[in-house]
């Protein structure tokens, strides 16, 4: 994450989040922060802006895929993994599922889930893209409170791993608060980082509200 100082140019350099706080305690005696968003957020965005509203920031404007996350406190921002920044570290990476989008189903702003009814078949949250060394993981996707309609059948929960020739699966039931997703990224331990896409597909069945994903090393 950068940015520029305020009363800088455009062409001026720019710092590290840290780094800007500390500019701004020095220059300006305040760490007021803005990030501004489009979703679907890489997931060390979203891992950050997650961050920013455990420590009271909030969304104060929305429209479309933009967002502004406004505050005034400073935190320890996860440090990049890979050259790319894909995700953050360590582990779990947590990416809120509003900072995504999917083929079907909305945002609640109220609430901060995506959620979609009865009908529509699609991926309620179209893969975020990591990238992962060899090892075990396990993908959690975290559901609010539903409806309890028995043992039915409401979507699942996938991962597509580089290198592997089928994806690996596993049903969303109803009244189901979380579904875990073990999953394993074939290679060396150590070796080079594999691009792996972990989404949620809807059946169509009934209603899903999804909160958030969360990548547990294992």
Do not use: C, K
């Not at 479309?64 to 953050?88: E, H, K, M, Y």
């Not at 570290?89 to 889930?113: E, M, Y």
């Not at 060899?134 to 580089?162: D, I, K, M, S, W």
């Amino acid at each position: 994450i950068v940015g520029v100082a305020a009363g800088m140019g455009e062409h001026d350099l720019t710092d590290p989040l840290p780094v800007l706080w500390e500019e701004g305690r020095q220059s300006f005696h305040g760490t007021r922060t803005v990030f501004l968003t489009m979703r679907p957020m890489r997931p060390f965005l979203a891992q950050t802006v997650a961050e920013a509203m455990e420590h009271g920031y909030r969304i104060s404007f929305h429209a479309g895929r933009v967002s502004l996350v406004v505050g005034n406190r400073t935190f320890n921002p996860p440090s990049p993994a890979g050259p790319w920044a894909w995700q953050g570290r360590p582990f779990p990476l947590i990416v809120p599922a509003w900072t995504q989008v999917g083929d079907v189903g909305t945002v609640s702003w109220r609430h901060l889930w995506l959620a979609v009814g009865p009908g529509p078949r699609g991926f309620l949250m179209e893969p975020v893209l990591l990238a992962l060394h060899p090892g075990r993981y396990t993908a959690e996707f975290v559901f609010a409170p539903g409806p309890r309609a028995g043992g039915r059948v409401l979507g699942e929960a996938v991962a597509t791993v580089q290198g592997r020739a089928d994806p690996v699966q596993t049903s969303v039931r109803a009244a189901q608060r979380e579904v875990r997703l073990p999953f394993e990224v074939p290679g060396r331990p150590g070796g080079q980082r594999r691009e792996v896409g972990l989404g949620l597909r809807s059946s169509g069945r009934g209603s899903l509200r999804l909160l958030e994903l969360r990548v547990y090393n294992r």
